[in-house]
């Protein structure tokens, strides 16, 4: 079973590194389909492991080799192949196979299609070191390999200004975090003396709860920024530059599930501090909400799914947080399946419209893309959570789960966005597929996406319809590794839960259809009355959150900067460097005169030279000889 | 009077004094090589006189490793002395400065 633990890691390596020796070339269809099959090997691999580890097979854990031992500290490079690390393996490899095959489509016409398989199968290198490892150690350079790799992607049209500047925007937001989770990691190795999964979690038991809470809390933090919870939330909506099956694989089911991961992870830390628990379930629930609002009226068809996949994060902390892991993972399972279906039906639409992404402008695309139409719907329904499509399964789980740990709030909070995601999810569907066709304004001719892509797409409809009859069977294989227990409500209130969350998603559908699938939509030009009202203007502007940190945290720094730079800088540091350099430089340039040239004049110099020396010498013989009297003479005079 | 140690060191001292001064005075390339050979062999003088004062004839080998370089430094300087005269015309220091820096 080992080898396969090998082959499902290192084949995204050798698919990186064989796409990367091209990079410099025009476009090779070969490297697209080398890429894909070596993902697609990683995948087969993974699913032997998954087949492995169902049949009740012991976890695998070998340790490749030694990477640091200096006194105590000893970090191997372990991986290990569990309930919770090949559910994982399997989610990543299954979406990044659909993205690599969409993405030769999708790239086509691009001049950087081998540069672009090179990071998207880096990242997935990364993406599996993180998942894989078994100590924090190992799962750091994952962290930190796939932020390089997200920045790579965002800014993967690096000639386009907003693109270097979101790709930026990420990677700083993204440190900011990583500094927590540092700390976290510090304060583990600190108190425990390992950063081994096994001997840290067994150390967690003999600590006092200060303690633990700290290193809870650090680590959440480096999950916020990963995930995008608030207040760093901000660089995810501006991702959505990057490619499309960047923003599917990367920035809604994979690295920004990481953070999810990485608390699912230490489950056994985050159940010994509930309190901490209560917080990342409150943020999470926050999120969820605050997320969805802002997806409500926003007219980027990537930013609105951006925001949706915020919410989802949101649910799964908030399932994490309430010691729900399995659910969480479940969703986080679920989720990666319809979001990147939705992100990839959107590429389809964004292709045909060439790059348009204001859905008002779309309309009635229906008629043209039906295969892309379906999909998108599938989608949506899941993300909606109706049943019997894998949404449901998955998020109703959550609210059980927080009803029945008599958190009402929550539950409440949860339910509303539920609500939400529906009506912003079909508000979607109804612009770009039905209503009046307002494309031909803009004299575009939509067509749909190969064929070829449609049948990529095919898995991920399979997820998002059929997710949820795994449901019992992946409870099984992850009940004794989370601990997990069922949710048992009174049969009663269950169906009435039931049929009102049904009927609540239901009527947000309707109400989506009814208001923006007719032919009265126009494209908003600005002076309608909803555009004009204080509630539109501050959801369209994100809560004026980037613009408050623009204002309040990038140019303060900006003019400390400037200060330090005109000030400390320039006046200081460069005026000492410059200082030393030009005392050599006019030294040399005073001397040069020496340089005669002429034979007579040097050869006296070098008399001189010689007289210097060989009175240097003596002054300092005659020194030694008498330095007793020249001592006893100083001491005499006081010295 | 016993002629000494001291006094071949002396005449050795007195020798190099000229030859230095020759060295920084003269202007005629050829007079130069006088004012070295002039130095080199103020120092065999010592050489000689110290390993005689010691009884130790090392002080003898060297001043024979001297001479012989001295020969063959004097024959490669005359060869390019000739071969500057040829093509200047004149063997004058000053006007020796294409090393100007």
Known sequence: MEKYLYIALFAPLVSSLFSSLFTATPKKLFTGIMASLLIFTSLVSSTILLMYILKGGEPIHVTMMTWMATGDLYIPFGFVVDQISVTMMMVVTLVSTVVHVYAIGYMDHDKGFNRFFAWLSAFVFSMMILVM??????????????????????????????????????????????????????????????????????????LPTDTLTWIGVFLFIGAMGKSAQFPLHTWLADAMEGPTPVSALIHAATMVTAGVYLVIRSHELYSLIPHVGLFIASLGTFVALFAASMALVNRDMKRVIAYSTLSQLGYMFAAAGLGAYWVALFHLMAHAGFKALLFLGAGNVMHSMHDELDPFKMGGLKKVMKG???????????????????????????????????????????????????????????????????????????????????????????????????????????????????????????????????????????????????????????????????????????????????EYLVKPYRELSEVFWQKVDLKIVDATVDGIAGIIYSTGEKTRVMQSGNLSTMLKWMVAGLVGLLSLAVIFGLAARYSDEILTFLSALGV | MEIGLNHYLVLSTILFAIGLVGVMRRKNLLLLFFATEILLNAVNVAFAAISHYYGDLTGQMFAFFVIAIAASEVAVGLGLLIVWYKRNGSIDLDALTTMKG
């Open chain 1, 372 to 550: 892309t139409w379906i999909m998108m719907v599938v989608g949506s329904l899941a993300l909606a959570g109706v049943i019997p499509f894998a949404g449901f399964f998955s998020k109703d789980t959550i609210l059980e789960a927080a009803y029945s740990g008599n958190h009402m709030v929550i539950y409440g909070v949860l339910l509303f966005t539920a609500g939400l995601t529906a009506f912003y999810s079909f508000r979607l569907v109804a612009l770009i597929f039905h209503g009046e066709e307002r494309y031909k304004l803009f004299g575009i001719h939509p067509h749909e996406a190969y064929r070829f892509m449609l049948w990529a797409m095919s898995p991920l409809l399979l997820v998002a319809i059929g997710a949820g009859i795994l449901q019992t069977p992946f409870f099984d294989m992850v009940e004794e590794a989370l601990n997990a227990h069922e949710y048992h409500i009174a049969h009663g209130t269950a169906l009435i839960m039931l049929v009102g969350t049904q009927m609540f998603v239901g009527l947000a559908i309707l109400y989506a259809y009814k208001k923006y699938a007719n032919s009265r939509v126009t494209v908003p030009d600005g002076t309608s009355k909803m555009e004009n009202s204080f509630a539109y203007k501050l959801l369209i502007n994100q809560y004026y959150i980037p613009y408050a940190y623009e």
């Open chain 1, 133 to 206: 490892s078994d100590n924090y150690a190992g799962l750091f350079i994952g962290w930190e390999g796939v932020g390089l790799c997200s920045w790579g992607l965002i800014g993967f049209w690096f000639h386009k200004e907003s693109a270097t500047w979101a790709a930026n925007e990420a990677f700083i937001m993204n440190r900011i975090a990583d500094l927590g989770m540092l700390i976290g990691l510090f304060l583990i190795y600190w108190n425990t003396g390992t950063l081994q999964y096994d001997g840290a979690f067994a150390a967690f038991h003999q």
